[in-house]
C-alpha cells in the first residue's frame, strides 16, 4: 500500500508547492496594497509606480511582505491552506439545512445529476441496443448522436432550459435533462462497442444451437458488455455532474453547486468559488469510486474480475 502510495503524495505535494507560488505574483498587486494602508514601507511608492513593474520585480523589491499573498480576504488565486479551510468549514462547519452548506449545495446538485444520470443511461443502453440489432437505426441515429455532442452545454441549456419552463415544467427536471444530454453519448458509444465485441466464432456457436436474437443478446452480448458499460458509466456520471452544475447557472437558482459558483463570482469571493469547485471535484469522485466498487464486486460474481 505503501509503494502505491508515494507516488501519488510525492505528486501532490508538487503540485500543491506550484500553487503556493503562483500565489504570489497573482496577489502580489493585493498584497502590497493591503500592506501600504497598514502603514508598511512599500517600494515604489504608489499604485501607478508598482503597475508600471512586473510581478517578479514587486516581489524582489519587497519580500518580507509576500507571505501577506497567501492570507489575503479577497485574493485572486486563494492558497491552498484557504481553500482547505473553506471547505472544511463548509461540509463540517455548518448545519445540513444551511445555504451556507457544502453538503446541502451538494446534495442538490446531487439529485439532479443521479436523475439525469438514469435517464441518460437508459436512454443510451436502449440506443445502443437498437443500433447493433438495426442496420438503419445505426445509419440514422448515431450519426445525429455524434453531431449532439458538437454543440456547447453552456449554449444548448439556457434554450433547454426556456422551452422547458415555458411548458411548465421546472425544478429538478431540466436540471436532469441536461445532465442526461451529456451522459447519453458515452453510454452509446460504449454500449454499441461492448455488444459488438463477441468476435465471429463465438456468434456462429450460438447459431448452430439454434439460438434466437434474444438469447444471443442475453446470453452472450450482455454479459460482454459489462466491462465497456462500467467504463461508460465512470465518464457518464462525471459528464452528468457537470451538467448538472451548469444548468444551475443560467437558472439563477438559489441551490446547488453551481449556485454556489454563481454566487462567489457575483461577490468576488473566489475562496468560495474554489471550495465550491473541490466539493464537486469530491462528489465526482465519489460517485466513480462507488460505481468501480459495483463494477469489481459484480465482474469478480461472474468470473471476469481481474
Known sequence: MGHRAGPVVAVVAVLVAIWYAACLPMNVGNTLLQAERAGAVVTPEGPAARRQMGSVALMAANPSLLPGAWSLERPRLPAPHQVAVALWDGVAGQSVTSARSLVYHA????????LGFAIGTGLGILLAVGIVHSRVMEMSVMPWAIVSQTVPIIAIAPMIIVVLYSVGVQGIVPKAVISAYLS?????????????????????????????????????????????????????????????????LPTGAQAGLGARLLAGSYYGQNIQIWAALFAAALLAAGLVGLIGLVERGLLARMGMGQ
Not at 446534495?107 to 443521479?114: D, E, I, M
Not at 438469447?215 to 448538472?244: D, E, H
Open 107 to 114: 446534495w442538490v446538485t446531487l439529485s439532479a445529476t443521479l
Open 184 to 248: 447519453f453519448f458515452p453510454v452509446v458509444v460504449g454500449m454499441v462497442t461492448g455488444f459488438r465485441s463477441p468476435d465471429a466464432m463465438q456468434l456462429d456457436l450460438l447459431r448452430t444451437y439454434a439460438a434466437t436474437r434474444a438469447q444471443i443478446f442475453g446470453k452472450l452480448r450482455l454479459p460482454a458488455s459489462l466491462p465497456y458499460l462500467f467504463a461508460s458509466l465512470k465518464i457518464g456520471v462525471a459528464a452528468s455532474l457537470v451538467g448538472a452544475i451548469v444548468a444551475e
